[in-house]
């Protein structure tokens, strides 16, 4: 073909020209960067979420690890405590992976299941629930108080798990359980004689005392009950789950709250209704406690052929009548030693006065078992006709009460 049948498209001047060149090399170095700069951002991005993401989210195994109490600074510095950690790997395998048969049983905090770790040493490993009311706070708490404290009669916290969204406190075994399995059931409750009963009743006292008055810190209970008593193998008590515990100060002496939590059947009148609480609210639960230990029947749910007191309101009108003997459960009455009886129930009638101020002091208590002598007379004690008691949004689950109140 010629060249002059081709036709060629004409090129514009502005091509030609300097400054319009320029200006385009400009743009096309300027979107480069820009584009490079945004492919070095993302490939950092998908880098450090891949980085976060391998990173394993768990204490060192069996490594030593501070708890810190946050809301308390002793004026020492020495408020740290060391725990041991142990890793999810090892308690499940010390509980064959939480088998049913490992099971031990289940409160407001979570299951308990019975664990053998590789030394032969019998473990108590207490799994937060997922659904559990009682959450990471209060998981906390008991890990707070209890690390710190030590006495014969109080659990042992040997560590805890924090792995992923397990949480876990272990614990020394106690073969026997707790103290509920025994006096309330109906063939197991032989199993405790009085003596067995009345060194319960001596060691729970001892151990209250310490917390109140003998430890390093004035710390409240707030849910002593026979759940939470628990027995070794010679069937002595250790006070148990401090989740709900409440530390006070060097000159404290109550608190108040708008969220009385504990248990039905234990709180004592001025918690329930005002949300006041002091060591007198632990010596309250303390002296229904002891007045069910004796009778083997519970506070709450009681009822009797001839009225329809509760278990409190029974026991003052067996002692007004001078038959307070027939409190103590009938297997034993044969057997009991009948000054001891008297005087655990005479005890126990003053612990469970209407008035904080008439209950005596855990130090108090404590002598009035170890020595003898004549006692104050009991007042009537705090207790609520049958349908008296106010009704409030109250959500009870395996014996844990989460009540909220607004007091006056």
């Known amino acids: 073909m010629a060249v002059s049948d081709l036709t060629i498209p004409s090129i514009p001047e502005s091509i030609y020209k300097p400054g319009s060149n320029k200006k385009r090399q400009t743009i096309i170095v300027v979107v480069s960067i820009l584009s490079i700069l945004v492919m070095v951002i993302l490939i ?20 030593p690890v501070q708890i810190i109490d946050e809301e308390y600074t002793m004026e020492t510095g020495d408020d740290d405590t060391e725990l041991s950690s142990f890793s999810l790997t090892k308690i499940s395998k010390s509980t064959n992976d939480f088998a049913n048969d490992k099971k031990l049983g289940e409160g407001g905090f979570g299951p308990v299941y019975k664990g053998v770790l590789d030394d032969g040493r019998e473990i ?13 706070g209060e998981f906390k708490n008991e890990v707070k108080f209890i690390a710190k404290l030590q006495h014969r009669n109080l659990v042992k916290l040997l560590g805890y798990c924090i792995q992923g969204d397990e949480s876990m406190l272990i614990y020394e075994y106690m073969p026997n359980k ?38 390093r810190f004035k710390i409240v209970h707030r849910d002593l009950k026979a759940s939470n008593i628990l027995l070794d193998v010679d069937m002595n008590p250790k006070i148990s789950d401090f989740g709900l515990a409440r530390m006070f100060r060097e000159h404290e002496n109550e608190a108040n709250t708008n969220n ?18 002091s060591e007198k609210s632990d010596v309250f639960s ?5 007045l069910e230990i004796v009778s083997g029947k519970k506070n709450r749910g009681f009822s ?8 409190l309101a029974h026991a003052w009108r067996l002692f007004e009548e001078g038959m307070v003997v027939q409190l103590l459960g009938a297997e034993m009455r044969d057997s009991c030693v009948v000054s001891e009886v008297l005087r655990s129930i005479h005890i126990g009638l003053l612990c469970v006065q209407h008035h904080a101020k ?6 108090s208590v404590v002598l009035m078992f170890d020595k003898e002598g004549a006692l104050p007379r009991p007042k009537q004690p705090a207790f609520f006709a049958k349908g008296s008691v106010p ?5 009870s689950i395996n014996d844990i009460t989460m009540t909220t109140l607004e007091p006056r």
């Open 358 to 363: 008439d209950r005596p002091t855990m130090s």
């Open 260 to 277: 009385v939590v504990g248990t039905l059947g234990y709180l004592a009148p001025e918690y329930a209704v005002d949300g006041t609480f």
């Open 124 to 136: 108590a490993v207490k799994r937060l629930s997922k659904t559990s009311r009682q959450g990471l």
């Open 44 to 63: 950092l991005a998908i880098l450090y979420a891949w980085r976060k993401k391998k990173r394993p989210q768990v204490i060192v195994p069996d490594e």
């Open 304 to 311: 009797h052929e001839k009225d329809s007191d509760n278990l």
């Open 286 to 290: 303390f002296g229904v406690l002891v």
């Open 391 to 395: 009704q409030r949004n109250l959500v």
């Open 178 to 215: 707790s103290l509920d399995s025994f006096i309330f059931d109906t063939i197991k409750s032989s199993l405790l004689d009085w003596s067995d009963r009345y060194r319960i009743i001596h060691g729970t006292a001892r151990g209250l005392l310490y917390l109140h008055q003998d430890s």
